[in-house]
């Protein structure tokens, strides 16, 4: 988990580094409703 994570850091940077930033946080609200649905 912990490798999917670190990935997943370096995909959003490297998309706020593209000037994607907006896009971005709306990828993180989904990654995070999926995550958690997982989880519980």
């Known amino acids: 988990m912990s ?9 959003d940077a490297l ?3 593209l000037g994607a930033g907006e896009e971005a946080d709306k990828q993180k609200v989904l990654l995070n409703e999926m995550l958690d649905g997982v989880k519980g």
């Open 3 to 11: 490798e999917l994570v670190q990935a997943l850091g370096e995909l």
């Open 15 to 17: 998309i706020r580094e």
